[in-house]
């Protein structure tokens, strides 16, 4: 799964998710993709089985872009552990996610079947989602 | 190139919360500028100017402003910028670049591939480098897109873009050795 390979500091703060998402909003290399249409923490479990999603569904052929690359840790404290002590240790890494943040691209496969692929990758993410496609704005 | 009327207005409102307020009205904000000559503002209709921007979209197109008590009947004009909203890819500004008819300008062409090639038919696949070609001529004689037949390509063949036939009055700026599309 993915995760960074070094970071400055092991530990973040929760942050807020406020506004859209004014870069990384347009499809960029693909002409079909996955946009978000409402914020939301990525975890790199949920990046992997969206990809794993798309992958079975289009079988071989086809290039996927993923948009997102999971960069903030997230700490947890153990269970049955009395509060205080400190933070938890970093347990697993997450990609914040605003509003209209494409997530993943795909080209080389027909329409349809790029389409039910990107449906089937939404269904396995924490927030809303919606396919679009190259052709489908200006 | 095909060619497009839009209508558009002056706009004698600026700022933030007056464009905002132009939005909730179903107008969109605009700016119409070109070398040396001053910026003038404009507003456009956002439902009939979104329609008319959907038709031209991912295409070169000059657009033939006509704007209401303009000293001169019609401008001609790029789209240079759309700004959207992220999210609901409703219209925020649009920034229009007035150009000569008759100067050279450079124009990002797209390519459309046609036919299968017979190499990806033997087991092959198809690797398109490039979606689009850089063009310089004027602005009517620039095609509104270069057709490329792959059908001959075989399995490790390619074709670069000096393959390319051009119309006359217009250059090629991107690099000519360069290949474009392969079957590996």
């Known amino acids: 799964m993915l995760s960074p390979r070094k970071v400055k500091h092991r530990k973040q703060f929760k942050g807020r998710m406020r506004g859209v998402a004014n870069r990384g909003s347009d499809i960029n290399f693909g002409d079909y993709a996955l946009k978000a249409v409402e914020c939301g923490r990525m975890s790199s479990a949920h990046i992997e089985s969206a990809r ?3 992958n079975r569904k289009i079988k071989r052929g086809g290039k996927m872009w993923i948009r997102v690359f999971p960069d903030k840790p997230i700490t947890k404290k ?5 509060m205080g002590k400190g933070k938890g240790s970093p347990e697993y890494w997450v990609a914040v996610v605003k509003p209209g943040k494409i997530l993943y691209e795909l080209s080389g496969v027909p329409e349809e079947l790029a389409l039910e692929a990107l449906k089937l990758a939404g269904y396995k993410l924490p927030f809303a989602t919606k396919v679009i496609s190259r052709n489908s704005t200006i | 190139m095909i060619q497009v009327n839009m209508p558009a207005a002056f706009r004698s409102v600026f700022g933030k919360g007056a464009s905002r307020q132009l939005r909730m009205k179903d107008k969109t904000p605009a700016v119409l500028y070109s070398g040396g000559a001053d910026a003038v503002a404009l507003q456009c209709d956002a439902i009939e100017m979104f329609k008319k921007l959907y038709a031209i979209h991912g295409r070169n197109a000059v657009v033939t402003l006509e704007i209401d008590g303009d000293e001169k009947p019609q401008r001609h004009v790029l789209v240079q910028e759309i700004q959207k909203n992220p999210v609901t890819d409703s219209l925020v500004h649009i920034d229009f670049l007035e150009i000569d008819l008759e100067k050279p300008a450079v124009f990002t062409v797209p390519l459309q591939y046609t036919g299968t090639p017979k190499g990806v038919d033997l087991g092959g696949e198809l690797q398109k480098v490039a979606t689009a070609i850089k063009l310089k001529g004027c602005p009517l004689d620039i095609p509104d897109y270069v057709e490329v037949d792959i059908k001959g390509l075989g399995r490790g063949e390619s074709l670069t873009f000096d393959d390319i036939a051009l119309p006359e009055k217009v250059e090629m700026l991107s ?9 590996v």
């Open chain 1, 52 to 54: 794993v999603a798309i």
């Open chain 1, 78 to 82: 153990p269970a049955e552990t009395r």
């Open chain 2, 175 to 183: 690099k000519r050795a360069k290949p474009f599309v392969l079957v």
